[in-house]
């Protein structure tokens, strides 16, 4: 646990400084592989859709599969294979472009 300097903009402490607790989480390296649409409702936050990488790597695939030896091998080949086809990108960028009311 550490601290920092901060000014904060509130009406009672106007750009004053400030002394805040932090802690900093120390990580390993992230790769993004995908993201998910989310769309307001009245009972909260529903997903709207989701979208992968195209060329996704052995070591996030073997992720999906518990015995990854004895499987097919067959994670997100047909996923890639639509997005190879010119129809198959085109239908995927007018789809995802028109979703305006998207929460990231």
């Known amino acids: 646990m550490t601290h ?3 000014e904060v903009e509130k009406p009672e402490l106007n750009k004053k400084e400030t002394c805040d607790a932090v802690t900093i989480i120390e990580t ?3 790769v993004v592989v995908g ?3 989310y769309i307001k409702t009245p009972r909260g936050l529903r997903t709207l859709g989701s979208v992968w990488a195209q060329h996704l790597s052995e070591e996030v695939k073997r992720r999906f599969y ?3 030896c004895k ?3 067959k994670a997100f080949t047909k996923y890639s294979k639509k997005l190879e086809t010119e129809d ?3 239908t995927f960028n ?3 472009k028109n979703r305006k009311n998207i929460a990231l």
């Open 94 to 96: 007018c789809s995802w």
């Open 4 to 6: 920092i300097l901060r």
């Open 28 to 30: 390993p390296p992230m």
């Open 66 to 68: 518990k015995h990854w």
């Open 71 to 73: 499987s097919k091998k």
């Open 35 to 37: 993201v998910v649409g």
């Open 88 to 90: 198959g990108k085109m």
